[in-house]
């Protein structure tokens, strides 16, 4: 079965650097995702890592071990604006459902002053 | 506008009504994707356009559930005889085509079924 786990909540304050992990176990793989939601709004594409190491993006990292089925997503700098839920995804391309992504519960990320 | 739009953004309904969500796709991208966010959950895969297509159905949570799409643009997801366990956020999502990586979503409809 598909399972992948990220803590549910977490916060941090301004300015600090953050570390959300998240641990997968699927059937397929074939790239793992981080998306970024606010409340209400939809997921917003943060990073995708299909192989191994560290992918920076400004304020934003992340990495992956496909040996280990684990990725963290590094934010750096913390703002206010980064209080949102990071989505932890996987892409798999079994069967016929295009490379249909399984999402984690989310992590609730809250910054404070 | 470029992104995906879907309409309505909320629909209250009562138990046992049909409802039809819509989704219009980023132009030109083949694959179409939706999912359901139920409160405090995590995105629960539905349905899966390629072009006019469903390969793959299986994510559907009983047969009260259907999507079509044509014109391999405009996808609409219904759902006959409402209940209240189908509350929740339908977010239609995107790509140029399925082995494309990165998946644009739409804003989302609310449903609330009373």
């Known amino acids: 079965g598909q399972n992948i786990d990220q803590p549910t909540e977490m916060t941090a304050t301004e300015g600090a650097i953050v570390q959300i992990n998240c641990t997968y176990q699927?059937?397929?793989?074939?790239?793992l995702f981080w998306y970024q939601q606010h409340a209400g709004e939809a997921p917003t594409f943060l990073s995708y890592n299909v192989l191994d190491g560290l992918e920076e993006k400004g304020r934003f990292s992340s990495f992956l071990s496909r040996s280990k089925g684990y990725s963290y997503l590094l934010l750096k700098e913390l703002q206010m604006k980064d209080s949102a839920s990071y989505l932890c995804a996987v892409r798999d391309p079994k069967g016929n459902a295009g490379n249909m992504l399984t999402f984690g519960g989310g992590t609730r990320l809250m910054v404070k002053p | 506008g470029a992104g995906v739009s879907q309409s309505p953004s909320n629909k209250v309904t009562e138990k046992g009504k049909d409802v039809e969500l819509r989704c219009d796709p980023i132009?030109?991208?083949?694959?179409l994707y939706w999912y359901r966010q139920s409160l405090g959950q995590g995105l629960e895969f539905l349905i899966y356009f390629q072009g006019n297509s469903a390969p793959d159905k299986s994510g559907l949570p009983s047969d009260r559930f259907s999507a079509e799409r044509t014109g391999g643009s405009v996808s609409t997801l219904t759902i006959q005889r409402t209940q209240q366990e189908d509350s929740a956020v339908y977010l239609c999502a995107s790509t140029l085509r399925s082995g494309s990586y990165e998946q644009y979503f739409g804003p989302g409809t609310r449903l609330t079924v009373t």
């Open positions: 699927t059937s397929g793989f074939n790239g």
């Open positions: 132009s030109g991208h083949t694959a």
